[in-house]
Structures are given as structure tokens and as C-alpha cells.
């Protein structure tokens, strides 16, 4: 292909060396994604909502969702009666992601573990969920029930004893969140479900408010994907509320040989470019033949496919590119570099690959593993870590709902046999009362004893 040609998607070429992590950082295309000046959007928002609750809630729906929901909690007869509107194929469909969910975050409850540390001493480390959480689903350019499914799920089997789930309500749905957003709360046995978007519906669950004679209580944490707003959002009032991740544009990753199947590739990359314009699809392949057929491909698939300007917009701007590496080899260096949020291995001998990828929020191995059955009927979550997040950070899972505690359980004489350790420390941390509170039980122990 002629670089005189104008190319659907950038090109980075690093071949002929293998750049280190520092240099990979820097050169690998990111979608910007300033949460720090959408702080300055969001605080007065967040202030509102907490001084005047309810009231600066509706405000908020009108201003920025063009419509005042007649009540912020949805009537549960409203989210019953979703159900009966749906198409009977997105029903069955929900309830089989409902189902693969429900099999794959069963086998991530943890169990409490008890260690004996000395005789008549343990630690016993407890499993316990959070009160209440907030589950945002968001409602932009598409309509997301299987993100109530990836918020819901490892929620309920994590053992959480209170939920609500939160949308921007509708202009065209009599202000209430999109009826099959509502239709999935009903299939999950989730009746609390609010209308109410963007920065206000995370201040509403860190504060809580009142409405009428009905109360949401304040939750200790929030989940969900959403705009920077609401990433700006969970910013500012983490510490007030725990968070799940601050969430920016999806991305795609696909690190390819001259095995992969161009068609597949494309196709794989617009599926997660018709997200947003920000999106971000990155191709890391040693193969200049199969860098051209993508090309070719996604041309083709650009523009039949509905959001083209949308999809033509994610691939052409800077957070996208093919990216040439001179083998397999130096391509992981790349992909764990850039730490997608999704991975397609599209290799020979991918899972073995695949088994050496250590940052990714997941991954996709073979032709027949495309991220969008991740996104929806795989038993994963797709509530995932973006902006090179999964370096550090791990997607949605039941654990994302628990908290570990310690708790510990001494006789006597196993204080007496340590005790003598505990003040050493405490002296020489300039801590004694530390060590008195020691000495108080038993004032026989020797320091170093």
C-alpha cells in the first residue's frame, strides 16, 4: 500500500529495534482523556447534589438529559412491565448472559481461611461484602443492559445485601432509564433502579437523598463504566465512596501474525470502534502483508457498517494504529506495554501466547474468541481497566465486592511467648505505650523474649 494513500487507521512502525517499557509508553497511541479538568465541570455538580438532593437531581436530568423524570426512583411496576415489551430474542439472549455470568463469577466467591500462627494463636481472614453499592449503567450513544448483567451479577454472588442500580432517564421513554436496561434490572430480581445519569447519579449514591417519603440511602461503593463526567465524579468522591475504576474509552488490542484472518481483525477492530469516537483499536503485528488486508478490510467494513463516521472518526484519530514489530516476540513487549482493556491473540499456537500476556484486562485467544462475546455472552466481565489501567488494576469480579478482614484470636500464653517481641518494636518505634498495653496483661515478658 502507497503512503502516498490516505490510510484508514495510523501506522507506527518499530521495527529494527525493541524499544523498552519508558519508550513503548510514550510512543503507543492513548485516547486523551483529561479527568482532571473535568473536575472542575463536576464539583459544582456533585455540590449540588449534595446540598439540595432530590430537587438539584431533577435540575440535573432536565439540564443535561432534556427531560424531568416524574420520579427518580423508577415504580417497580414500571421496571416489571419492561419485560413484557421485549423482544422475545434479546430476552433469551439476556438470560443466557445472565446464566454464563452467573457460572463463571460462582467460581470467584472466596472462602474465610483460618492460619494458626502459634499455639492458641490465629489469624482468621473473613470475607465480608460491602452494605450497599450503586451500580451505574450508562446511557450514551447506546444502550447497555449487558452492563447491568456485569454490575449485577458478581454483586448478588459476592452476597451484597443491598443494590440499586442507576441510568439516565429517556426523553423518549417518559423520562425513565431505556426500557430494556429496566427489562434486565427485572430478569436479575433488581427492583431499586433509579433515573438518574452522569456526575449527579454517583453523588446521589455517595450522599443519598430523600424523595417524597421514599430514601436512598447513602452506598459505600460504586460501580460502572460511564463518560468522563463520571469518571471525574468517582474521582473526587473516592475516600466517601469506594470505586471500582475511573473509566475512560474502550479499547481493543490484537497482537496478529501472518496466520490471522484480515477480515476477522477488521471486523473485530470496528466492533469496538462504534463505541465512542474516542475509541481506541490498536493492531500489533509483524506482518506488513496482513497490516495491508486489515486496511483493506476495515476500509470495506467502514464504510457498510451503521456508525461509519463514528467507527471512520475512533480509527483515524491518535489513540488508534497498526503497529509493526519485527516478531511475535517483540509484540508482547508492546501489548503488555500498551495494557489493553481488551486482547485479542491472533497467533500461531495462541494460547501459549496468549499464557505469556501479563497486563491486559482480558484476553481473547483464537479466531473464534472475538471480544464481543466477551462483551456479552462469554461468562466475563466486561466492566474492565482502560487507559493502560490493567497494568495495575483487574476488571469487575465478585472480589471487586468483598473486603478482607482480619481477624485475630490470642490465649495468653500465646501473648506470653511473643509478647516480648511487641515491646522490643514498640521501643524502638518510640511506640511504649505500645508495648505497655502488652506488659498490662503480662508483666513477666522480657523484651526480646
Not at 453523588?203 to 471525574?232: K, M, R
Not at 490493567?390 to 481477624?407: E, M, T
Request: net charge negative; glycine share 8%; proline share 6%.
Amino acid at each position: 500500500m502507497s503512503e502516498s494513500v490516505i490510510r484508514v487507521i495510523p501506522r507506527l512502525d518499530l521495527r529494527g529495534r525493541r524499544p523498552g517499557l519508558r519508550e513503548l509508553r510514550a510512543a503507543l497511541p492513548r485516547a486523551e482523556f483529561d479527568v482532571e479538568t473535568a473536575l472542575a465541570t463536576v464539583r459544582p455538580i456533585v455540590e449540588d447534589v449534595r446540598d439540595r438532593g432530590a430537587a438539584a437531581l431533577h435540575d440535573a436530568a432536565e439540564r443535561f438529559d432534556g427531560v424531568r423524570p416524574a420520579s427518580l426512583r423508577v415504580p417497580a411496576e414500571v421496571v416489571s412491565a419492561a419485560v413484557d415489551t421485549l423482544d422475545p430474542a434479546v430476552r433469551a439472549a439476556l438470560e443466557e448472559s445472565i446464566r454464563r455470568a452467573r457460572i463463571v463469577h460462582a467460581d470467584q466467591r472466596r472462602t474465610d481461611t483460618t492460619t494458626r500462627v502459634a499455639d492458641g494463636g490465629t489469624v482468621t481472614e473473613r470475607w465480608v461484602p460491602v452494605d450497599r453499592v450503586g451500580l451505574y449503567v450508562p446511557g450514551g450513544l447506546a444502550v447497555y443492559p449487558s452492563s447491568v448483567v456485569m454490575n449485577v451479577v458478581p454483586a448478588q454472588l459476592a452476597g451484597v445485601p443491598s443494590l440499586a442500580v442507576a441510568s439516565p432517564p429517556q426523553r423518549d421513554h417518559g423520562g425513565w432509564p431505556h426500557p430494556t436496561i429496566l427489562a434486565a434490572c427485572h430478569l436479575l430480581g433488581v427492583d431499586e433502579v433509579y433515573a438518574m445519569g452522569g456526575a449527579q447519579a454517583v453523588a446521589a449514591f455517595a450522599y443519598g437523598f430523600d424523595e417524597g417519603e421514599q430514601t436512598c440511602e447513602p452506598v459505600s461503593l460504586v460501580t460502572g463504566p460511564g463518560n468522563i463526567y463520571v469518571a471525574a465524579a468517582k474521582r473526587l468522591l473516592k475516600g466517601l465512596i469506594g470505586i471500582d475504576a475511573e473509566a475512560g474509552p474502550t479499547e481493543i488490542a490484537v497482537l496478529a501474525d501472518v496466520t490471522a484472518d484480515p477480515d476477522h481483525v477488521a471486523s473485530d477492530l470496528v466492533s469496538q470502534a462504534e463505541h465512542d469516537p474516542l475509541a481506541a483499536a490498536v493492531l500489533v503485528t509483524d506482518s506488513v502483508e496482513l497490516a495491508d488486508a486489515v486496511e483493506a478490510a476495515l476500509g470495506r467494513r467502514v464504510a457498510a457498517t451503521k456508525h461509519t463516521e463514528r467507527v471512520a472518526t475512533a480509527l483515524a484519530g491518535r489513540q488508534s494504529a497498526v503497529v509493526l514489530v519485527d516478531d511475535v516476540e517483540v509484540g508482547l513487549d508492546v501489548v503488555n506495554a500498551y495494557a489493553a482493556e481488551h486482547l485479542e491473540i491472533h497467533t500461531a499456537d495462541a494460547a501459549a501466547v496468549a499464557a505469556r500476556v501479563r497486563n491486559a484486562g482480558a484476553v481473547f485467544v483464537g479466531t473464534w474468541a472475538p471480544v464481543s462475546l466477551g462483551d456479552y455472552c462469554a461468562g466475563s466481565n466486561h466492566v474492565l481497566p482502560t487507559g493502560g489501567c490493567a497494568c495495575h488494576s483487574s476488571g469487575l469480579s465478585v472480589q471487586s465486592f468483598l473486603r478482607g478482614i482480619h481477624v485475630v484470636e490470642y490465649d495468653e500464653a500465646a501473648l506470653r511467648e511473643v509478647g516480648g517481641h511487641v515491646v522490643s518494636l514498640a521501643r524502638a518505634e518510640d511506640l511504649p505505650a505500645h508495648g505497655e498495653a502488652v506488659l498490662a496483661r503480662v508483666p513477666e515478658v522480657e523484651p526480646g523474649a
